[in-house]
């Protein structure tokens, strides 16, 4: 290629970064670079290591991606929150360092979670927020699907304790405030958050509603402070379809039967669609608060459907032990993956199909190679959840070739 050629490519692919962070914050690492090409890197890039983790080429089907809105899609963020030259600020980290950058602006975050955050802050004075807000570290900050709905999280110091009566920092006073200033506001809490190993799960203040019914198709989730839930809210409809709906039917079709297994289940996404067209749904979550959730979704669904609060691998250590077999298992690990401990034991149940929804290439290219001993892949789909950003969802149709 001529360096004229070579010259045109490259404009061709740029792209002008939408944040005037780019480059510092450790955030987003593509936005430089225009979407189409993100999405082509991603695909070579997943290509590539499934081959170099040896999964055959016949096992190797079109791989079809899936993309929306490049920005603005986060519907969950997590900001630090520190003094700057006096002044309450707050941002992430510094790219490839813990130190803390203010920002201005966050493009992939859907707008109503820095107007929240914008407002919590211009409460710093008020003798109710400061009390809380110089305890605290970190703001989560979660949107509904239409953003009508926010929930805030301060994650403050373990000894932090609610003031006496008739003292300044009373929580409901702040919510009050802070909902005046922002009307999408639903609920509010302060948890407790150790620097070392993070939040502790212990509730230290919280005033209005604590979760968000969260809207996906047809269907509503009840998703509570400190549960898990997907953060693109331009797909997650695309996202339950491919786990959930027969692959290539003429009509959409769901994927049916007597018995299916959700495994790392979170709140029930995949579950709760699950359970209409299986007569027994099984989904397992190891988090307590988004176990309940879960629970509570499959109740409203039969009493034919449960929820089991432990760890995907214990569950599946029990359950080769039993007769019952599942026709499907739908498993969506967090980056580390299933590991080759669960995908023996997975072999060893045998169900006809397996979906695999994987949030890293690398991990999925380890687990599918120890999975072809029995399975070949018969779709395989990069879903875009996290644009401007190297990381990338796929989801792998596994059928039982022998």
């Known amino acids: 290629m001529s360096a004229a050629a070579k010259r045109m490519n490259a404009e061709s692919t740029a792209a002008t970064p939408l944040c005037p962070h780019f480059g510092v914050c450790g955030g987003c690492q593509l936005q430089d670079l225009a979407y189409a090409e993100q999405l082509r890197r991603k695909q070579a890039r997943l290509s590539e290591l499934l081959q170099q983790g040896g999964i055959s080429a016949p096992n190797l089907p079109t791989l079809v991606s899936h993309a929306a809105e490049p920005y603005g899609y986060r519907n969950r963020i997590r900001l630090r929150l520190q003094r700057v030259a006096g002044t309450l600020r707050f941002g992430y ?7 803390f950058l203010p920002i201005a602006t966050c493009p992939i975050a859907a707008p109503v979670l820095l107007q929240v955050a914008e407002a919590l802050l211009a409460l710093a004075e008020d003798a109710d927020a400061a ?19 926010v929930q805030a999280t301060l994650f403050c110091a373990p000894r932090t304790r609610a003031p006496r009566t008739g003292q300044p920092g009373s929580f409901d006073r702040v919510f009050t405030a802070l909902h005046a200033a922002a009307p999408q506001l639903a609920g509010l809490a302060a948890a407790a958050f150790d620097p070392r190993t993070g939040p502790t799960g212990r509730i230290l203040a919280e005033a209005g509603a604590p979760g968000l019914l969260y809207r996906v198709g047809a269907l509503d989730f009840w998703v509570s402070r400190g549960s ?3 953060v693109n809210r331009f797909l997650l409809e695309t996202l339950v379809a491919l786990a959930c709906m027969q692959e290539g039917a003429a009509a959409a079709a769901p994927r049916a039967g007597r018995l299916a297994w959700d495994l790392y289940a979170g709140v029930g996404l995949f579950s709760c669609v699950l359970a209409r067209s299986f007569a027994q749904v099984t989904a397992v979550e190891a988090n307590p608060i988004a176990c309940a959730d879960l629970a509570a979704a499959l109740r409203r669904l039969g009493p034919a459907h ?3 609060e432990a760890t995907a691998l214990d569950f599946l ?3 080769v032990l039993d007769r019952d077999r599942p026709e499907l298992i739908v498993l969506d690990p967090p980056r ?6 669960a995908c023996d034991l997975l072999l060893r149940l045998a169900p006809q199909q397996i979906v695999y929804v994987s949030c890293d290439p690398t991990t999925l290219a380890r687990d599918l190679a120890c999975l072809q001993a029995s399975y070949r892949v018969a779709a395989l789909h990069l879903v ?17 070739s022998s």
């Open 93 to 99: 980290n510094r790219a490839g360092t813990t130190e």
């Open 131 to 149: 009390h809380w807000l110089n305890a605290a570290a970190e703001l989560e900050l979660f949107a509904n699907q239409d953003l009508t709905r």
């Open 228 to 230: 898990f839930f997907q």
């Open 306 to 308: 449960t929820a089991l």
């Open 317 to 319: 250590r029990r359950a």
């Open 336 to 341: 580390a993956g299933a590991g080759l401990e």
């Open 384 to 400: 875009d959840l996290f644009p401007q950003t190297i990381h990338q969802e796929t989801v792998a149709i596994l059928d039982r």
